[in-house]
């Protein structure tokens, strides 16, 4: 500032210059990359720079770097601010820091020259000391006198500079609190602008929760009435689930809002910033408590469109069976055929949805058709598993009931069995509303033995006996024979159900108790290697009957060419240990008094006539053995056991075999059958069900190596929609069926990654295993 009160240029824009004074040693170097830069000068303690770039910070090792001008000689260089560990080297320099820094070296350039003056005088009265009269003398009273008044400006001069640093420290004290005020201030408006973009955020996400609310409001209600009477219940829940999803973005938008800010309170423990912290926590439980609610609205909306679905599944069901009740001859295989048409393996929707419109009683807007063709499973129409399903209806029970003959519990009703838990039934009419008793009950069809009858599915108190269940079916896990009949013998295959392929439970699993087969070892005749037959079957039929023995010598004997001894001609002698085979008798012949045999000595094969007894009742023939004759071709097997013994070979129909050991008994263990029909074809039969043989059955299928997702059954003909991954779920929507043109057993499905949909191959032509199907959670 000029005397005359104005500001001159430099002046002026030195006011727009930022200084900082150095704290600490700190090295100036001529790039911002430490790693890259050369120092340029080093700047010490009290050093000014002038501040020409703004501070940032170096990324790769965390430190805060500016470039400058050093005042004291010109360069320029980036130097540190601050460390990696937090320490600054600089502090900006003030109006008022600038003044105190002057100050203070005049403060010590004064009280320096006080101390030089007071030092060279005492060295002076030093040399004076001696000096009592003259110039000297009177020159030394004057220093003394001068040294006096020097020592007072001294201590004024200490008393200024006491006075000073307690001004400094009144000043630091009202700095610091007026920083404190500013800090504060800049904080809580900081503070202000966070809080207020999170609240906005969350009234975002409040008013898509209340938008949420509103369309889901006609699918909430509890009364099954007011549902049924929903003409569009399908646009309502896409209505609904469009607001879930507007929801779900919202709230997402606002914990990412919260997630960005959360650092800059998450150590705040007072002040505006903790007070922000607390207004963050509060709309973070409000956030949370949005996305559980609108999780049980969702759910409210989803299962209000259940409860239409399942309600006019049923009704549709219902109608259906009538139908097939009231057409002589119909079943559920004819009705398929006849409204898929051309022999396709699928109804059409609209096929479906006008058929519907046929049936008596039932009248259903267009939207509840497509959800009774959505519960169905169906995808643009209906296969053949899930039309049979439709007809089918399974329930599985909870609780034990009676089943009784008549639909009226009040008169007189004999149960014919007890349901148990667990126990799959299929309905075959209702349900019917006994108004009297305040109950629901169903005609059904016990899957387990055919039993048939009337019981109870939901009580007078809401007690459920029954629940909805899929249809029971198997998935084979080796190959089997389906047979035309329940017995196990005397049945006649109908066809090889190859593994992979699915079975629909019609009747059953019950067991064949079968009595004991009879097996003997035997020695074919022939003289080959000897095994194990089944004499007579678990069913009782016999295979093999009993036919001449054996007979060991005893001693010497005629071999004669008849049986009158009178007038036979010997053939040869028979000797002791001689091996023969009965082919006629025995006789006795009353004259000679002697029992003959013909037989044929294993020796030579000769044949003729021998005394078994003699006249004296002595026995030259010992029966050793016994033959049996086949009477229908069997297995010699090398085992015992009929199930683990390998084959030796088959034994014709009247082959001779010589009886070893037994006959004795085989114990039969009882044998599981199921009466199911192949979803592949449709046909019918018996199976017998081992744990080898095929297990329980779901429509999810998991991938067990990467294969190919293609638009048609043929895989050689429709083009691939992508590649299922191993690991991958599909949900099967239709078959399995046989690719005609490879063979290959496919099924058509919906991936759950991304709801792709297409046919894939179960099995790779040399047997490897692509598609597994997932175990039935367990109810």
């Known amino acids: 500032e000029d005397l005359d009160g104005g500001i001159v240029m430099e002046d002026f824009m030195g006011l727009f210059k930022e200084r900082h004074l150095c704290t600490k040693e700190v090295t100036v170097t001529d790039g911002f990359e430490i790693a890259n830069s050369q120092t340029i000068t080093k700047l010490h303690v009290s050093d000014i720079v002038e501040v020409l770039a703004e501070a940032k910070t170096l990324d790769s090792i965390g430190v805060v770097r500016m470039k400058v001008k050093v005042e004291k000689d010109g360069s320029e260089g980036w130097v540190t601010t601050q460390g990696t560990s937090g320490s600054t080297y600089f502090t900006p320099l003030t109006v008022y820091a600038a003044f105190m820094r002057n100050l203070e070296k005049l403060l010590s350039a004064t009280a320096s020259s006080g101390k030089k003056l007071i030092d060279f005088m005492t060295h002076k009265l030093q040399e004076l000391r001696d000096c009592k009269t003259g110039p000297l003398a009177d020159a030394k009273a004057e220093v003394i006198k001068t040294r006096s008044k020097i020592n007072v400006q001294r201590a004024k001069l200490d008393s200024l500079i006491k006075k000073v640093e307690e001004g400094k420290q009144e000043h630091s004290k009202r700095e610091a609190f007026e920083r404190r005020k500013q800090e504060e201030k800049r904080e809580r408006k900081a503070a202000s602008v966070i809080v207020k973009a999170v609240s906005e955020e969350v009234e975002k996400a409040q008013n898509a929760f209340a938008a949420l609310e509103k369309k889901a409001a006609p699918l909430s209600v509890t009364a099954e009435a007011e549902l049924l009477a929903l003409e569009t219940p399908v646009s309502l829940r896409n209505e609904a689930q469009a607001a879930a999803s507007a929801l779900k973005s919202a709230i997402a938008e606002a914990r990412a809002c919260l997630a960005a800010h959360r650092g800059k309170v998450e150590k705040a423990l007072k002040g505006p910033w903790h007070e922000a912290k607390q207004e963050m926590s509060k709309l973070d439980n409000q956030i949370e408590a949005l996305g559980k609610k609108a999780e049980l609205v969702a759910e409210a909306s989803e299962a209000g469109c259940e409860t239409i679905a399942s309600a006019r599944y049923g009704q549709a069901s219902a109608a259906l069976r009538t139908l097939l009740t009231a057409r002589e001859g119909l079943t559920a295989e004819a009705l398929f055929a006849e409204l898929a048409g051309n022999g396709r393996e699928q109804i059409e929707e609209a096929v479906f949805c006008s058929h519907l419109d046929k049936l008596d009683g039932l009248k259903l807007p267009a939207e509840q058709k497509q ?137 059953g699993p019950r067991q064949e108790i079968l009595p004991n087969a009879m097996r003997m070892k035997c020695k074919p005749v022939s003289g080959e290697a000897a095994g194990w037959i089944t004499s007579t079957t678990k069913q009782g039929t016999s295979c093999a009957r009993k036919g001449q023995g054996t007979y060991t010598c005893r001693s010497t004997i005629a071999l004669t060419d008849m049986a009158n001894m009178k007038e036979c001609k010997v053939l040869r002698k028979v000797t002791k240990g001689e091996v023969l085979q009965s082919l006629e008798g025995p006789i006795d012949d009353p004259i000679a008094g002697v029992t003959r045999i013909r037989a044929k000595a294993k020796k030579d094969d000769m044949e003729g006539w021998v005394t078994i007894r003699g006249n004296a009742g002595s026995m030259l023939l010992e029966e050793t053995g016994c033959t049996w004759v086949i009477t229908t071709k069997t297995s010699l097997q090398a085992e015992f056991g009929t199930d ?136």
């Open 371 to 507: 959800l009774v063709l959505q519960k169905a499973g169906g995808i643009g129409g209906l296969g053949r598993r899930s039309f049979s399903m439709l007809l089918e209806r399974h329930l599985r029970c909870v609780k034990e009931i009676a089943l009784t003959a008549v639909f009226d519990i009040s008169v007189s009703n004999a149960p014919v069995r007890k349901i148990g838990i667990g126990e799959s039934v299929e309905v075959l009419e209702g349900p019917k509303s006994d108004d009297t008793h305040s109950i629901s009950r169903v005609s059904i069809r016990a899957l387990v033995d055919g039993a048939a009858g009337w019981v109870t599915v939901k009580g007078n108190r809401d007690t459920t006996f029954f629940v909805e269940c899929p249809k029971p079916c198997y998935c084979i896990t080796e190959e089997v024979a389906m047979q035309d009949a329940f017995s196990t013998e005397a049945t006649n295959t109908l066809q090889r159900l190859r593994v992979g392929e699915v079975v629909e439970v019609i009747e």
């Open 644 to 779: 683990v013994g390998s084959e030796v070979r088959s034994l014709e129909k009247d082959e001779l075999v010589e009886v070893l050991e037994g006959p004795k008994e085989e114990k039969s263990e009882p044998m599981t059958r199921l009466r199911c029909r192949a979803v592949a074809n449709g046909k019918v039969g018996w199976i017998t069900l081992k744990n080898s043989t095929a297990t329980p059955w779901s429509p999810v299928y998991n991938c067990l190596e990467e294969t190919p997702l293609s638009e048609n059954l043929d895989a050689e003909a429709g083009a691939k929609v992508r590649n299922l991954e191993p690991g991958e779920t599909i949900e099967l929507l239709d078959g399995p069926r046989e690719d005609l043109t490879t063979g290959a057993l496919r099924l058509k499905g919906r991936a759950a990654t991304d709801e792709a949909e297409g046919w894939a191959s179960i099995f790779t032509k040399d047997g490897t295993q692509l598609l597994e199907c997932v175990a039935p959670e367990s109810n």
